[in-house]
């Protein structure tokens, strides 16, 4: 079992910045990617940016520009720094990591970001 332990979410003006942080522990074996989903009321939960092990990344296009996502492989850390932020990337905010051989994916808790306009 992989646990995964979100921190950094809060409410802030828009126009400014965040930085979420996820830290992975537990069954970690051969993380192939760490990524940040998000997650609005009555929407579905949908892709933010993704890191490869290798450092590809990959950006939905509604933050691209904005955001930055980057990971510690030696403490199984992934970030996301959000700047510019508006009142739309108001949502919870998901950590995932997926593991290969055999393949497995683990979510964190969730970390509320509120952005006011």
């Known amino acids: 079992q992989v646990q995964l332990v979100e921190s950094g979410g809060g409410l802030v003006q828009a126009g400014g910045s965040l930085r979420l942080s996820c830290a992975a522990s537990?069954?970690?074996?051969?993380?192939?990617?760490m990524g940040w989903y998000r997650q609005a009321p009555g929407n579905q939960r949908v892709l933010v940016a993704t890191?490869?092990?290798?450092?590809?990344?990959t950006y939905s296009n509604s933050v691209k520009g904005r955001f930055t996502i980057s990971r510690d492989n030696a403490k199984n850390t992934v970030y996301l720094q959000m700047n510019s932020l508006k009142a739309e990337d108001t949502s919870v905010y998901y950590c995932?990591?997926?593991?290969?051989?055999?393949?497995?994916?683990?979510w964190g808790q969730g970390t509320q970001v509120t952005v006011s306009s």
């Open positions: 995932n990591v997926d593991q290969a051989n055999p393949y497995s994916r683990a």
């Open positions: 537990g069954n970690i074996f051969s993380i192939a990617a």
């Open positions: 890191i490869t092990s290798g450092g590809i990344t």
